[in-house]
């Protein structure tokens, strides 16, 4: 590139019409003249050749992503993520040879390709992002939505105001359980061991997010057992309970089965969203008479590594975007290999303002138990959040009834603290 | 885990019945005892919590995954690549907090989950995968089927063999073309590119993958201009040619989206595999009635970085899987940062044998032109690949039809090698 094509790819936000575009913020490091580097991720993601050969043009005031926001620093010893495949660098310094770690916020015009949600992820995680001249790690840090973007959105139908109006649970956590053995269990003892759990106290007994509609435990079956153990619980506890019913399966059948599903006594459906496609799920929204709870497979495959990949809140904001009305995520737990700053990120992107977007319901978990409670609340600092245990309850010597009532118990012990909640 | 607990989830081929399983290869680097993690790991992926409690039971003998093959060996510095929320470890040796990078075949019950594609991801990549006690670092090398899971797919409609006759190209990789200016062309001009492109020599001239149904772009008159412009270059060279319209778009629009662009004239159409969704694709698979041709986004956010993530044969064959008849991967050029080894081991993954599955015609592409064409197909040795060019048709000097010319003339200079095939 020349510097007169360099310059073309950037731009300052008073010069923009913001309500056009999305602002990506990256981190990348790369070799060579760091400047254009940042001006080829721009071209390799939207114009990548801006104009006809022979015609007197140029495409980019409109369809150019433009680099609002930069800056670049020279690391001593090459790239710091060791790749089998990396350019030759020169070594330290700022020759041309170069290793420079960098920070850009890029605006990408989502006329480009509208309010869908896999042309956006093509656009903010695609081709142009991972296979850019001189840019071999690369990472997609955030993502934020004009207005009038968000608008064109659905959101979640019930997220957490609604949530908790079906619960009539208010001023504490919502207390999930996964029942245990997540696999292999006939509807029948599945349905006891869901009873006994919300007797026990769980708001919200659920589906192993890797049950699904089997001949062992057909999801019809399985609903109708449930739902009807739900509706005894409900009337033994005096309070709404939920079965959330894992629907996740081909998207030409998340209709049906949430249809089936509901039919029979689920108020409440999972689905493993990346795996289903944020797509389907945006489908399943339009069509849904429940709240839709999102569970997070695969996320972690593209978030671990610093450096590189996706941050992980960005599938946040998009489950939140495609309807979740609750979102599970990786925890503080050991097990989950998750900073504390990222899960707490991933929880501000559940509920803070998005524009005409309705909160989301964070729901951090992963081997958690009663002996975890309060530690998750403190560091959360809110009750706006779901608590989802498994083992903790049914692995519970004396039962899932008594592994229930352990959360619950401990949660009276801190509830006091949060203004004297009714514990339900 | 207790001895005997590890133990139940180890097992040797000859005791299973391998038509009951998936095999997956993975590599980790785990802290602790290597043995107990890989149990954990089977663990995670299926039966967590193998029984009720106070009931006599074992889920395990169906529902495990369970260890095949295995081998540990302690690494002397701690985990290969740095993560900021690694578990603290003791340094190098073999003690408790030794770091060891291992490899383990797995075999997996399909029978946990059946063959669909969302629930197949959530197992081979999903949260028991990733968050497996003391493994914070693995890949997913490679996944095998048995063929009663294979043959309950439909795979390829057309694949290689109807990709030729479709084309009547025999003996020779097939030309594809990325129009440029990729977007912000209006449909008339985009159209007149194509047009130069196939009466140059170009088989498919295909839209970008950044192209969607936009209203400066709208897809029924991209398609209609498209469509008739394939048909005078027929006319004018006598053979067949393919006019590829990018149909990547909401789930729920992709059946009506491949019927109007059909209809108006586009003869194959592109979809973004991983942003629709594996299972959108399959979906579009039962109803298409021409070749779908998959591209790339989002793979390279988890397969980039060794020793982390899932590798892209993986996905390759999991598109195969899904019915794709050909597929767009990263190829040998710079800017792809792809290994050459991976480059082979995904072309491969579309043409080996896979049960009932029909091979996908493999094309590796980026930043290629005719310059670069003769080493590609060295590299590949043989001639069933498709060639994608884009700026280097569409941005030479004296016009597409020129730089498609120019590749099929650098084929001619390669061709006598082949056994003289007819040059269309």
């Known amino acids: 590139m020349t510097s007169d094509d360099i310059a073309g790819f950037f731009a300052t936000r008073d010069a923009i019409d913001r309500e056009q575009y999305l602002e990506l913020d990256f981190s990348f490091e790369c070799v060579g003249d760091p ?74 015009p989502h006329g480009n390709f509208g309010a869908r949600l896999p042309n956006l992820l093509s656009a903010i995680c695609g081709e142009g992002v991972f296979f850019s001249p001189g840019i071999p790690l690369i990472r997609l840090e955030d993502v934020r939505f004009p207005a009038s973007y968000l608008a064109q959105f659905d959101g979640p139908q019930f997220g957490i105001a609604g949530l908790r109006a079906q619960l009539q649970v208010f001023n504490r956590p919502i207390f999930f359980g996964v029942i245990k053995p997540n696999i292999g269990l006939p509807p029948e003892s599945f349905a006891a061991l869901g009873y006994e759990s919300w007797v026990g106290g769980l708001d919200i007994a659920k589906d192993d997010e890797m049950l699904a509609d089997m001949p062992w435990c057909p999801l019809a079956e399985r609903a109708a057992l449930l739902g009807a153990a739900r509706r005894r619980a409900e009337a033994v506890t005096g309070v709404p309970k939920l079965y959330l ?20 006594g689920a108020n409440a459906v999972l689905v493993n969203t990346m795996p289903v496609g944020l797509s389907g799920v ?39 975007l495609a309807g979740c009305d609750a979102i599970i995520m990786p925890g503080f737990g050991p097990r989950m290999f998750t900073p504390e700053h990222e899960v707490l990120e991933n929880v501000r992107a559940c509920v803070e303002p998005m524009g005409t977007i309705a909160p989301s319901l964070p729901v951090p978990g992963g081997s958690d138990s009663a002996a975890t409670l309060e530690a998750v609340y403190r560091k959360l600092g809110t009750v706006d959040f779901g608590f989802v245990a498994g083992r903790g309850i049914f692995g519970h010597p004396e039962g899932p009834a008594a592994g229930a009532r352990n959360i619950r118990d401990a949660w009276s012990a801190i509830g006091t603290d949060v203004g004297s909640a009714p514990i339900h």
Chains 1, 2 share one sequence.
């Open 282 to 320: 945006r489908m399943l929204r339009r069509h849904a008479t429940v709240p839709i709870i999102a569970h997070f497979p695969m996320i972690a495959a593209w978030s671990r590594v610093p450096g590189y990949g996706i941050h992980s809140r960005v599938m946040t904001r998009l489950q939140r």
């Open 35 to 108: 400047r254009e580097a940042a001006a080829h991720l721009c071209a390799e993601q939207s114009t990548a050749q801006w104009k006809r050969v022979g015609v007197d043009e140029d495409v980019r005031p409109q369809f150019a992503a433009k680099v609002l926001e930069f800056d670049a620093r020279p690391l001593p010893h090459g790239f710091s993520i060791p790749l089998a495949h990396s350019p030759q660098t020169a070594g330290p310094g700022a020759g041309p040879g170069a290793v420079h770690a960098c920070r850009a916020t890029i605006a990408h």
């Open 245 to 264: 019913a894992n629907i996740t399966d081909e998207v030409d059948q998340l209709v049906a089965l949430h249809d089936v599903a509901v039919e029979q």
